[in-house]
């Protein structure tokens, strides 16, 4: 992918993201929201690339985002929340949508509950990264850009 700002990648945070600060601090980190995009937006200048960050506490609006990055985005980056352990509706988007996708944990899903071990989503999404508290995204986005930019 040449660097080129007006190519976009689609962010989409899943239920309970918007917490993040006051949210389970110890599991999820500080950084609220507001701050995981604003470093966000400000990486992608640096990648020559775009970011457009969205979150929703519910699924189908989700679904819908994944759905309309068909004509709009060239990635996406989502961080599916709770949803990543139960949502077939979100995977079969993702698979329905074709576009390049990463997956981001703040925490190490799979040091936590046995629920959380299962991901519906990893294995429809290009890579994952997982545990690095606010960092997952950051890692995450420069990944995908770079999956972008070889094609592959
Ligand atoms: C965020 C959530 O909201 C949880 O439901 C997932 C994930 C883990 C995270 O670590 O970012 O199980």
Redesign the pocket.
């Known amino acids: 992918m040449a660097r080129d700002p007006k190519r976009k990648v689609l962010v989409l945070h899943?239920?309970?993201?918007n917490m993040l600060g006051t949210r389970e601090p110890e599991i999820?980190g500080s950084d609220s929201l507001p701050d995981i995009d604003r470093s966000l937006h400000a990486l992608a200048k640096e990648l020559g690339v775009s970011v457009e960050c969205r979150q929703s506490n519910h699924e189908g609006d989700l679904i819908d985002w994944v759905h309309a990055a068909l004509t709009q985005h060239e990635g996406i980056l989502i961080?599916p929340?709770?949803l990543?352990?139960t949502s077939v509706a979100l995977r079969d988007a993702i698979t329905a949508a074709g576009k390049p996708t990463v997956e981001?944990?703040?925490?190490n899903?799979h040091k936590?509950e046995e629920f959380?071990h299962r991901s519906l989503l990893s294995a429809v999404c290009v890579g994952c990264v997982?545990g690095f508290g606010s960092d997952s995204y950051r890692l995450g986005l420069r990944a995908l850009v770079g999956s972008l930019s070889r094609g592959k």
């Open positions: 899943g239920p309970n993201l999820y961080n929340g709770g990543t352990h981001v944990h703040l925490s899903i936590r959380r997982v």
